[in-house]
């Protein structure tokens, strides 16, 4: 694998409260080699040439280690934004359980979100985190069936693999969520798919699912999932050309349906999905492992 220079690798978020509450943001790994269709990090405007080819960040962990020293304003860091921190590379490279015991040490906490079971290699680390600071641990999840998941998601776990990683993530006292999208327009989006998600988030003891019944699409990224319809469900690039132009926001035509049957379920199993509810949940636990830890 190569390695690009880099400056800086935590950086402050510009709005801490909207996207799962952290207020820095912290990407190791330079593109991502998962291969999901519809990967909006491919867009030119994130400047990465050739995205699927994993570069790690020079002296990662020296940078790192160095910023969290500095900063005099403890935080919550989100990983995951823009590369999948347990690329292949990371079973051996070690950058990002390396990253997690310096968040560790330095007091700060953690939300990852990737579609990789190596996350659980690092629940002893996660759980050292949880003594002293917020800890939501995300997996990705946008279809319910297995086959469909090697097409759009072609290497990294299928989608049952990421349940049994929250299952696993969520009996260690962990935590956890779903990223529900994309939601991509004549291929998942299904009343069936959505109701058969929530059903197994709650199986592997889920605490949130975040959704979007919809994709983005622009630039090149818009270019590349385009291609890959053609290859996998010829016929459909033309129903989204028809229906959604240029659109970046391309929502499913079935999102009032979808949003009814997610929500409905949600509640059967008091599963949260909104953002406000769902940071001030994973904020309260962590005070109360905390606070349990005074028990013994
Ligand atoms: S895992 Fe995330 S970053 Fe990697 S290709 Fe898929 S969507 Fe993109």
């Known amino acids: 694998m190569d390695f690009v220079q880099a400056r800086t690798i935590i950086t402050k978020t510009k709005k801490p409260d909207y996207w799962f509450g952290y207020e820095y943001n912290m990407n190791i790994y330079r593109g991502c080699n998962h291969g999901c269709i519809y990967c909006d990090s491919r867009s030119e405007c994130y400047h990465i040439e050739n995205f699927s080819e994993v570069k790690a960040k020079e002296n990662a962990l020296e940078i790192i280690r160095d910023q969290l020293r500095r900063k005099v304003k403890k935080g919550v860091i989100g990983c995951g934004g823009m590369s999948d921190p347990y690329n292949p590379y990371e079973k051996d490279m070690l950058l990002t359980r390396n990253a997690l015991e310096l968040i560790n040490a330095y007091g700060f906490g953690i939300v990852i979100a990737t579609k990789s079971s190596l996350i659980t290699r690092d629940i002893d680390v996660i759980q050292d985190i949880n003594r002293h600071s917020p800890v939501c641990m995300i997996l990705t999840i946008t279809t319910a069936d297995d086959d469909l998941s090697k097409i759009i998601e072609p290497n990294v776990n299928v989608s049952s693999k990421r349940f049994e990683a929250l299952a696993t993530l969520a009996d260690n006292g962990i935590y956890t969520g779903i990223l529900l999208m994309p939601v991509l327009p004549y291929i998942n989006d299904t009343e069936e798919n ?34 890959k319809l053609d290859e996998h469900f010829p016929g459909i690039k033309e129903k989204y050309i028809e229906q959604y132009g240029n659109r970046y926001r391309c929502s499913s035509s079935n999102y009032k349906k979808l949003w009814n049957v997610f929500q409905k379920s949600c509640k059967d199993y008091n599963i949260l999905y909104r953002m406000s509810d769902i940071i001030s949940a994973y904020k309260a636990n962590s005070r109360q492992v905390q606070l349990s830890l005074f028990d013994y």
């Open 194 to 227: 959505i109701k058969s998600i929530v059903d197994r988030a709650h199986e592997a003891g889920v605490k949130f699912i975040y959704p979007y019944f919809g994709v983005t699409l622009r630039q090149n990224q818009r270019c590349y999932y385009y291609d």
